[in-house]
């Protein structure tokens, strides 16, 4: 699977940004997807994931209530609503795939990555 994240960009702290991602090349509707991001200086963590049959979509907790993930099987797409953005929200937003996920939060069991897009937040 082919990922292409896009829409981030610069917000005022409060603001909202929708990125989304776009799969291509398998079936979208039988991988999990999750989005993750990472700060500068800092690793690579999780923000938010769905398993391949959809259900309630898992959240980090610093982002529970501001943020929601969505996503489109018909179109191939997922989306990461994000309100009541915060500056410890820029980041590089990656979107990420696979097939065998069982544990939403783990980086190491999506085999596909976009090329994220980033997400900047002022104060």
């Known amino acids: 699977v082919q990922l292409q994240a896009s829409g981030g960009g610069l917000v005022q702290a409060g603001g909202s940004l929708r990125p989304s991602c776009a799969a291509s090349g398998r079936t979208f509707s039988n991988y999990a997807m999750g989005w993750f991001r990472q700060a500068p200086g800092k690793e690579r963590e999780f923000v938010a994931a769905?398993?391949?049959?959809?259900?309630?979509?898992y959240y980090t907790d610093s982002v529970r209530g501001r943020f929601s993930f969505s996503r489109d099987n018909a179109k191939n797409m997922v989306f990461l609503q994000m309100n009541s953005l915060k500056p410890e929200d820029t980041a590089v937003h990656y979107c990420a795939t696979g097939r065998v996920v069982t544990a939403l939060s783990a980086s190491v069991q999506y085999t596909s990555w976009g090329q994220g897009t980033l997400v900047t937040v002022s104060s």
């Open positions: 769905s398993s391949w049959s959809g259900g309630t979509p």
